[in-house]
């Protein structure tokens, strides 16, 4: 019986992912991994919690649940497949049907034939090229090798400046911190995590930010790193920043070159462009995790958003595809989550801003509630930011950030989004319920409710956002307060006059007829119900402030 | 302009949330409520954590978030309608759309009139009539007055006996146990949640509620109560329990006797039928809340599930139906999660045993993985039973239970359930992830491609509970351990045989073939790849035992 020879390059998440299922599939596979690190079969995303200190072997990010080391012999003896390390794939001939790999020990080279090709060749950090980039202490953490240099580095450093206000620039600046170290976050766009999140969600990250030390320079590009040998400070066209330590996070792009070379077609992102059963355009040769772009579920647009959740996904269903197994990958829908400090971010589908480029007629709503019921010990609060279509009232996407507990709610709405879930239904799910895990109407069901109430034109309201720019315009506006004196006196608006909502009723010739009245409160409920009273009394020009005093993403008083 | 009458009977949860949800919709109506109680409008789900003491001040299950107590004052002046409190409705005159009402404080009686009705009665606890019942010392908790006085006793009670393991029976075992009180948990039944998990979730429990010294008397029915005024002991065929306090938890029952009197339509399990508008069979009045059955998402059937997370939903609905503003009560899935000293319990849709009662040919499927990434500080294992159609490969139910996060993925199944997803969609859902929160393949993820290997034939599998009797019948049986040695020497399942994974290709000799082989590990991986090891080696009969170790709700060596 013939033996289909499999070669995968690269063994990091989706190659070796795709080599196990393969070989699960097909017991007589002739199955070769090939990787230019020793460092195989390693998660990239928890080198910034090794910097932290959150654990003490870097090698436990090769370990398995169970305490394995995923090495040569670990593939070897439990897979069932054949490793080679410091080994690189220097070319692909798709007639002949051949690799030509060498050797980085003993530089020696030789030719692999292949039935079928997986390429896993991955991502790798883009590296801006101002001067001074080349410095010693200026590093991308993208390797064990590179979360070994830093954590060596963050032992001596007392200044670091951070690149790059994304996914890892932000682990990256809350590790150094945590390690006494003064960070400087460099970003060039207006807001940290630029392409993920709106700037109302964005803006209570960099509030986060700021009251954990971290000197967050927003719309600020880098312009030079000086130094002698190694990085002394880095320099902007607003300032300089003394750094011990630079780490370069402004993102990643596929690595794509042997591909390319090889004719195999990219997409209109650059990376390697593959079908629903990650097929290239060769039939005999598959692509795999971070080198390949994904369909945007929402947008149905190819995107570039590599992130290991996918890459596991990907090398499924590669090895199902190769052994004629049904499966396909449907796409992706970016959804993410954060720890920024003691602040959890997360989101999926399109973000407001996605959705206007997208063409939709969108409706965004933000509305914050506790996590878990009020009176049980532990509960914090989120703010929920959700975007849904005018007419179709499909769920286009959400936003949630805050202390409490916002992966549960983006990943109801993943589901939410991934079945074509109208707000209607949402607000309909039959969640469970306890006190100690969410509130009888859960902030999910609050924010879907609010919507709904939007959409059919019972709630009037507007984002914190807006609030601000008409509270800044040139037409009087009454920014109300109806929250209880004793809250008022904790923490406020600024401008904000106080009328509780028990005593609105019977104070409404306080409440001036000619301008715009914007009520509002701790959360979101309060200012809702000021709007139906007022409108109910007969003001006609009422709009509250969605999400509350804790959405609010400017100063406080 | 004629304002209308609605009069709503039952001011706790589903009455309140119509009441307010009509004045936001209608600033005409003329809206009364009426309770038999003072207080109304009251949390009943968090009494259970009075009890254990998690806060002090019992008024907070009556409060806000913002911290307003919603009394009488609060309904007129925030809220705008009337509640009469200590006020019973006595009876109905459909014909002549009255209620009659009568002051429980001064025992004046009163006709109202109304145009629309909302029975919104609630439920009231089952409280069986054996001898003993009415001595002091035994009631059930249900209502604020309820939880105060177990709260007193709770003082100097050494031992107490709750009657029933169900939800509030869990919940207020653990609470007079974290007070020091010996507990006995009597239950009919062999496992305890009988109506909402399969016993091998249930299992687990058990193991959980030993371990905190709760004395659980399983398949043993309560036969009466013991004292001269006050209750001494408790007495079963089975034994005697000394008793300080009995709670009486077996059960709810919906209160319909003044609907019932009236000619409403009851439905099949005795509560008050109602369409998806809330509307009974006369078109002047609606029901909401503990008084209604639902009807179940998966099974189409009605059923009564009394929970607040469902009756603040009906008050909406039914104020929307009121009101003409389109919405509708699409039904529930029975979902619910609660929290058993260190495990978190919680379940949706059909159990395996409702699936079989339903007549589905279902698969069952349970899978073991840690719930964050497992070097991530505080990851901790859960236990997920996901139940499946065959045919069709959708989605019918799920348990998940274990220390670790279990009702973010009870309600991603909510999701996946409502909107009719099959087990290969859940496996492709993108959800979040990041180490503090998930796993690249969440364990979800996990368990969906575990269910797909199971429903395509690719993996041979038993339960726990399967395995048990295979190990104890007749046939000879190998009970495979491929885990490490170390792992090995912590704890075994008794009579099982260690060869670890890693070794397993290279000791294939010591494996019998004409036995069946169940391998197994912690979680379940690994004895799926010796599963597939095995076959591969030739071995036919070889079925890996699900969810490892953590899984067995046996005893340990």
């Given at each position: 019986?013939?033996?289909?020879k499999i070669?995968?390059?690269?063994?990091v998440?989706?190659g070796m992912?795709?080599a196990?299922?393969?070989?699960?599939?097909?017991?007589?596979?002739?199955?070769t991994v090939?990787?230019?690190s020793?460092?195989?079969?390693?998660g990239?995303?928890?080198?910034?919690y090794?910097?932290?200190?959150?654990?003490d072997d870097?090698m436990e990010?090769?370990k398995?649940?169970?305490?394995?080391?995923?090495d040569?012999t670990?593939?070897?003896?439990?897979?069932?497949f054949?490793?080679l390390t410091?080994t690189?794939a220097?070319?692909?001939?798709?007639q002949?049907?051949?690799?030509?790999?060498?050797?980085?020990a003993?530089?020696?080279?030789e030719?692999?034939?292949?039935?079928?090709?997986?390429?896993?060749t991955g991502?790798?950090p883009?590296l801006?090229?101002?001067?001074?980039?080349?410095l010693?202490?200026v590093?991308?953490?993208?390797?064990?090798?590179q979360?070994?240099?830093?954590?060596?580095?963050?032992?001596?450093?007392?200044?670091?400046?951070?690149?790059?206000?994304?996914?890892?620039?932000l682990?990256?600046?809350?590790?150094?911190?945590?390690?006494?170290?003064?960070v400087t976050?460099?970003?060039?766009k207006?807001?940290v995590?630029?392409?993920?999140?709106?700037?109302?969600?964005?803006?209570l990250v960099?509030?986060?930010?700021r009251?954990?030390?971290v000197n967050?320079?927003?719309s600020?590009?880098l312009q030079r790193?000086?130094?002698?040998t190694?990085?002394?400070?880095?320099?902007t066209?607003q300032?300089?920043?003394?750094?011990?330590?630079?780490?370069m996070a402004?993102?990643?792009?596929p690595?794509?070159?042997?591909?390319?070379?090889?004719?195999?077609?990219?997409g209109a992102?650059g990376?390697?462009?593959?079908?629903?059963?990650m097929?290239t355009n060769?039939?005999a040769?598959?692509?795999?995790g971070?080198?390949?772009?994904?369909i945007?579920l929402?947008?149905h647009k190819?995107v570039?958003?590599?992130?290991?959740?996918?890459?596991n996904k990907?090398?499924r269903?590669a090895?199902?595809a190769?052994?004629?197994?049904?499966?396909?990958f449907?796409g992706?829908?970016g959804s993410?989550?954060?720890?920024?400090f003691d602040?959890?971010?997360?989101?999926?589908?399109?973000?407001?801003?996605?959705?206007?480029?997208n063409?939709y007629?969108?409706?965004s709503?933000?509305?914050t509630?506790p996590?878990?019921?009020?009176?049980y010990?532990?509960n914090?609060?989120?703010?929920?930011?959700?975007i849904?279509?005018?007419s179709?009232?499909?769920?286009?996407?959400?936003?949630i950030?805050?202390?409490?507990?916002?992966?549960?709610?983006?990943?109801i709405?993943?589901?939410a989004l991934t079945m074509?879930?109208?707000?209607?239904?949402?607000?309909?799910?039959d969640l469970?319920?306890?006190?100690?895990f969410?509130?009888?109407?859960?902030?999910?069901?609050?924010?879907?409710?609010?919507?709904?109430?939007?959409?059919?034109g019972?709630?009037?309201?507007?984002?914190a956002?807006?609030a601000?720019?008409?509270?800044?315009g040139?037409?009087?506006?009454?920014?109300?307060d109806?929250?209880?004196?004793?809250?008022?006196?904790?923490?406020?608006?600024?401008?904000?006059t106080?009328?509780?909502?028990?005593a609105?009723?019977?104070?409404l010739?306080?409440?001036?007829?000619?301008q715009?009245?914007i009520?509002?409160?701790?959360l979101s409920?309060?200012?809702f119900?000021a709007q139906?009273i007022?409108?109910q009394?007969?003001?006609t020009?009422?709009c509250?402030?969605?999400?509350g005093v804790?959405?609010?993403?400017?100063e406080?008083e």
């Amino acid at each position: 019986m013939h033996s289909r020879k499999i070669i995968i390059i690269g063994g990091v998440a989706a190659g070796m992912k795709t080599a196990c299922r393969l070989r699960r599939l097909d017991a007589n596979a002739d199955i070769t991994v090939i990787d230019r690190s020793e460092n195989i079969s390693y998660g990239a995303c928890p080198l910034p919690y090794y910097i932290e200190g959150l654990y003490d072997d870097l090698m436990e990010v090769r370990k398995t649940p169970a305490g394995a080391l995923r090495d040569e012999t670990f593939f070897a003896n439990v897979k069932g497949f054949t490793t080679l390390t410091r080994t690189e794939a220097t070319a692909i001939d798709r007639q002949a049907k051949t690799v030509s790999i060498r050797s980085l020990a003993d530089d020696t080279t030789e030719v692999l034939n292949y039935d079928i090709l997986v390429m896993a060749t991955g991502n790798t950090p883009i590296l801006p090229p101002v001067p001074g980039h080349d410095l010693n202490g200026v590093l991308p953490l993208k390797t064990m090798e590179q979360a070994e240099q830093l954590d060596q580095l963050a032992d001596q450093a007392k200044n670091a400046v951070v690149v790059g206000g994304g996914l890892i620039g932000l682990e990256v600046a809350e590790a150094l911190t945590k390690r006494g170290i003064q960070v400087t976050l460099l970003e060039m766009k207006d807001q940290v995590m630029a392409t993920a999140l709106d700037f109302s969600s964005a803006a209570l990250v960099h509030r986060e930010l700021r009251k954990n030390g971290v000197n967050l320079r927003l719309s600020e590009p880098l312009q030079r790193i000086e130094g002698k040998t190694s990085v002394e400070k880095v320099v902007t066209d607003q300032g300089e920043y003394p750094a011990d330590m630079v780490v370069m996070a402004i993102g990643v792009r596929p690595v794509v070159s042997l591909a390319a070379d090889a004719g195999i077609a990219l997409g209109a992102t650059g990376a390697i462009a593959v079908n629903d059963q990650m097929l290239t355009n060769d039939p005999a040769i598959y692509a795999v995790g971070d080198c390949v772009e994904s369909i945007d579920l929402m947008s149905h647009k190819p995107v570039y958003v590599p992130l290991g959740s996918t890459a596991n996904k990907h090398g499924r269903v590669a090895a199902n595809a190769i052994c004629g197994h049904p499966d396909r990958f449907p796409g992706i829908l970016g959804s993410l989550v954060v720890k920024v400090f003691d602040l959890n971010v997360a989101r999926t589908g399109l973000s407001a801003e996605d959705a206007r480029l997208n063409g939709y007629d969108s409706v965004s709503l933000t509305a914050t509630s506790p996590d878990i019921a009020h009176l049980y010990p532990g509960n914090k609060p989120i703010i929920i930011k959700l975007i849904a279509d005018r007419s179709s009232r499909k769920l286009l996407g959400a936003q949630i950030v805050g202390p409490g507990v916002v992966d549960k709610r983006i990943d109801i709405v993943v589901s939410a989004l991934t079945m074509g879930a109208t707000v209607d239904q949402l607000a309909q799910f039959d969640l469970c319920y306890a006190p100690p895990f969410a509130n009888a109407m859960d902030a999910l069901h609050q924010a879907a409710n609010t919507m709904r109430n939007k959409l059919d034109g019972l709630a009037d309201s507007m984002s914190a956002c807006e609030a601000y720019e008409r509270l800044n315009g040139n037409e009087p506006v009454m920014l109300l307060d109806v929250r209880s004196p004793a809250e008022y006196e904790e923490i406020r608006i600024p401008g904000a006059t106080l009328v509780p909502l028990g005593a609105l009723r019977q104070r409404l010739d306080e409440i001036p007829k000619d301008q715009l009245i914007i009520p509002f409160c701790k959360l979101s409920l309060r200012g809702f119900e000021a709007q139906i009273i007022l409108q109910q009394a007969g003001f006609t020009n009422v709009c509250y402030m969605e999400g509350g005093v804790l959405a609010w993403p400017y100063e406080y008083e």
